[in-house]
């Protein structure tokens, strides 16, 4: 039985739950990014589309065929890992599910934030659905039925190689459904058992294979990547922004930015950021006013930034297209065919999600360094043209000066996280995992790295603003205007000096909103419009 409306509240501690209008449908095999984004922004109902049920059904028909021929099939009558030639007797399967669950559920560490649990019950529902699993349709539903009423199973982010599927945080996972573990819901703790009641269902008895197909599968480091890209494509947004105004304030040129130039190289994304950067510049009398100044050419961090921000954002893209594909992928071991066929292969291995994590965790890396680059340049009044450090009265006041040590600081320690993960490997399992992805902390180290950025590009956007209020008889565009305004918004103009901690805290949160000019948006592969984004 469900709880009572009043019982389920006092469970909530406020929680929201998505209102019955905002129910989005999955679609085994065609969910696009801007339905991730979604999930990952959470306030989205998610429900399954009726027709993946009746080959869910299949799937799990065969697995119960074989069963009752009593014919051994990896995973379903036999052990696990090197354990595989150990068989299990037919009324001993269930006992063998739970126990791959519990004996699985060694992860540790802090709990995965909340929008990336998301993100791994609907991708965990999404792979399921495929029906290549041979599990009850029940188990999917149940998953999302978790996600929409913001009950989240409470998963460790350490422990998982990412080689045999995420199996220890997955695990954690399917605790939950099978009445163990913990869920939270707000800031409150409750047992599996209790979460499972919750949304009107018992714990679930495993069936043959449904523990396995639990554990298999590349969700978790998917949805870590996920985060990470949706990350990335924030500060991205707001470097270019940050890029544009710094270009404001030097009185930097806007011809190396000529569609010409792009459309000579070929190469997509300098010509897509380009484009934008023109579009955020249109309209300046800024642009304009310095034509004769004698200046020949700016510095890189400002000339190059189509090249260079073009090249990430060429990773942003190939980055989503592989995660995309990977969250509509059924990477389940064994699998099970339409043929009635189960065959056994290798799809948990996470070795593409290890991959576009770290092309992902590059660009965010250089973007923060470009960045920083561009805040050392204003605050070089030989370079700028504008009071050292930013400040007037320099010498007596600091300025910036130590905010640009907060971002050499920031980008260094991205340099360090930059480092390939997947080139490293341990054998697990006896030997039998013999070569493993470490994708989970290629994916999982992303958070943490984009956090680095928004604090630079925040530093540089605030910078760049005081460098244009130096100035300001003459104005730039409409786009960079409204953009100087939401800068000034959070933090006023540095007329002495101040504790600028709580400005950077501002500034971080800046750069990580989701609102940007559409022609920043149209770059990024979750925003694309209609009809041209990635597709799985």
């Known amino acids: 039985m469900a709880l009572s409306c009043v019982e389920f509240d006092e469970l909530r501690d406020d929680a929201p ?8 449908w999955l679609r085994p095999g065609t969910v696009d990014l801007a339905l991730l984004r979604r999930v990952h922004a959470g306030g989205v109902a998610l429900r399954l589309d009726p027709d993946a049920r009746p080959a869910m059904l299949a799937s799990q028909r065969a697995v119960q065929r074989i069963v009752n021929e009593d014919r051994a099939v990896y995973g379903i009558n036999t052990g696990f890992g ?26 540790t560490g802090a709990p995965l934030a909340d929008p990336v649990v998301r993100l791994v019950l609907a991708t965990k529902a999404m792979g399921l659905a495929r029906g290549h699993s041979g599990v009850d349709p029940d188990l999917a539903e149940a ?83 996920l985060a990470g890209l949706f990350g990335a494509e924030r500060v991205f947004a707001a470097a270019l922004v ?13 011809a190396p930015f000529d569609a010409r130039i792009h459309a000579a190289r070929g190469q997509p994304g300098q010509i897509a950021v380009a484009a934008a950067l023109r579009s955020l510049l249109e309209g300046s009398a800024i642009a304009g006013s310095h034509a004769d100044c ?22 942003l893209r190939h980055a989503a297209r592989v995660l995309l594909t990977e969250a509509n992928a059924a990477s389940d071991n064994p699998l099970v065919f339409d043929s009635g066929e189960v065959l056994s292969g290798g799809n948990f291995h996470a070795e593409p999600v290890a991959f576009a994590a770290d092309i992902l965790a590059l660009a965010v890396a250089e973007i923060g ?22 400040v007037h009265d320099s010498g007596l006041h600091s300025g910036f000066m130590i905010a640009q040590v ?17 080139v490293d490997s341990l054998p697990t399992s006896a030997n039998q995992e013999d070569h493993v992805s470490m994708a989970t902390f290629a994916a999982r180290r992303l958070a943490e790295m984009v956090d680095n950025t928004a604090v630079i590009v925040g530093i540089e956007a605030a910078a760049a603003a005081q460098g244009l ?20 918004e959070r933090v006023a103009f540095l007329a002495q000096d101040r504790c600028l901690a709580p400005d950077i805290e501002a500034m971080r949160q800046w750069a990580l909103q989701d609102h940007w000019p559409e022609a920043l948006l149209q770059c990024l592969p979750s925003h694309a419009p209609s009809g041209q984004g990635i597709t799985p």
């Open 294 to 315: 004698g200046r020949v050419q700016d510095p890189y961090s400002i000339r190059c930034m189509p090249q260079v921000m073009g090249a990430c954002l060429d990773n």
């Open 406 to 422: 907060t971002a050499a600081a920031l980008a260094s320690e991205n340099k360090s996280l930059a480092h390939p993960a997947s």
């Open 17 to 24: 739950i998505p209102a019955p209008h905002c129910i989005s």
């Open 242 to 254: 940050a890029g544009a105004l710094s270009l404001e304030a030097i009185r930097g040129a806007a």
């Open 143 to 225: 998953l999302l039925d978790l996600a929409n009423a913001q009950l989240l199973p409470v998963i460790p982010a350490k422990g998982s190689a990412g080689a045999s599927g995420d199996l220890a945080p997955l695990a954690h996972l399917a605790c939950v459904l099978i009445g163990e573990g913990q869920a939270r819901i707000g800031n409150r703790l409750v047992s599996g058992h209790e979460a499972m009641q919750a949304i009107g269902r018992q714990p679930f008895v495993l069936g043959p294979k449904e523990g396995l197909a639990l554990l298999n599968g590349t969700q978790v480091s998917t949805a870590l990547a």
């Open 369 to 390: 360094a470009m960045s920083e680059r561009r805040i050392a340049l204003l605050l070089d009044t030989q370079l700028s043209g504008l009071p050292a450090f930013l």
């Open 469 to 488: 209020e130096f100035d300001r008889r003459i104005k730039s565009s409409p786009l960079l205007e409204a953009q100087f305004a939401a800068v000034r």
């Open 82 to 107: 090197r354990l595989a030639s150990t068989r299990i007797a037919r009324e001993r399967l269930a006992a063998l599910q739970r126990n791959l669950v519990l004996s699985h559920s060694v992860g």
